[in-house]
């Protein structure tokens, strides 16, 4: 059986511990934190002698990090496991709301009405308008990651242009209206106006 040995302060908190604990089976201890499979874990790391780590929650919703590590006496036998959480519900709700403002960025971004790209500070796409790519008739795989001036046949290396977009960069200086005169892989000769 895993039996409880020692513990800190901190652990003493997370699964509510009081002195009588220590030589207890862990998986008697009421723990606030809901850890799927615990007996199961750790008996992993003792017996391939691999950590491992999970993220849980506990019952108020704060997340943690638990790394299993294998315990080993001075005789260098493994004697059982060290359990460390860390806090990580900052990092996690960061998280999650930069991946809500993605999102959100994203359904802007496919609304808009008219081609938009957006660039990040090398001039590589990072994501394109839905009218982009049904008007310059190419696909997300060769858009999206790629710098501008490679996208379709080097058709974005117009050296003004890239000279007013390393500008914008660089010096923080906005541009609009400027106009290209091109002749496009897939739709040919074509004026337009970009900002």
Same mark, same amino acid.
């Given at each position: 059986?895993?039996?409880?040995?020692?513990?800190?302060?901190?652990?003493?908190?997370?699964?509510?511990?009081?002195?009588?604990?220590?030589?207890?089976?862990?998986?008697?201890?009421?723990?606030?934190?809901?850890?799927?499979?615990?007996?199961?874990?750790?008996?992993?790391?003792?017996?391939?002698?691999?950590?491992?780590?999970?993220?849980?929650?506990?019952?108020?919703?704060?997340?943690?990090?638990?790394? &299993?590590?294998?315990?080993?006496?001075?005789?260098?036998?493994?004697?059982?496991?060290?359990?460390?959480?860390?806090?990580?519900?900052? &990092?996690?709700?960061?998280?999650?709301?930069?991946?809500?403002?993605?999102?959100?960025?994203?359904?802007?971004?496919?609304?808009?009405?008219?081609? &938009?790209?957006?660039?990040?500070?090398?001039?590589?796409?990072?994501?394109?308008?839905?009218?982009?790519?049904?008007?310059?008739?190419?696909?997300?795989?060769?858009?999206?990651?790629?710098?501008?001036?490679?996208?379709?046949?080097?058709?974005?290396?117009?050296?003004?242009?890239?000279?007013?977009?390393?500008?914008?960069?660089?010096?923080?200086?906005?541009?609009?209206?400027?106009?290209?005169?091109?002749?496009?892989?897939?739709?040919?000769?074509?004026?337009?106006?970009?900002?």
């Amino acid at each position: 059986e895993l039996r409880i040995r020692r513990y800190s302060q901190k652990a003493e908190e997370l699964f509510n511990l009081i002195n009588s604990d220590c030589g207890r089976p862990i998986v008697q201890i009421n723990s606030s934190i809901d850890i799927p499979d615990l007996e199961k874990n750790i008996l992993q790391v003792v017996d391939t002698v691999q950590s491992k780590e999970l993220e849980v929650k506990n019952d108020k919703g704060a997340w943690y990090k638990i790394s &299993m590590n294998k315990y080993k006496t001075l005789d260098n036998k493994i004697s059982g496991a060290i359990l460390a959480f860390f806090d990580i519900h900052e &990092m996690k709700n960061n998280l999650i709301l930069a991946k809500n403002a993605q999102h959100y960025a994203e359904a802007i971004i496919s609304a808009i009405r008219y081609p &938009m790209l957006v660039l990040d500070k090398y001039l590589r796409v990072v994501s394109a308008s839905e009218i982009y790519y049904s008007i310059f008739q190419v696909s997300e795989k060769d858009t999206i990651g790629n710098l501008l001036y490679h996208l379709g046949n080097g058709q974005w290396g117009i050296p003004e242009l890239r000279k007013k977009l390393e500008e914008t960069i660089t010096k923080n200086c906005d541009f609009d209206d400027y106009v290209v005169d091109h002749d496009f892989e897939n739709i040919g000769h074509k004026k337009l106006r970009i900002s």
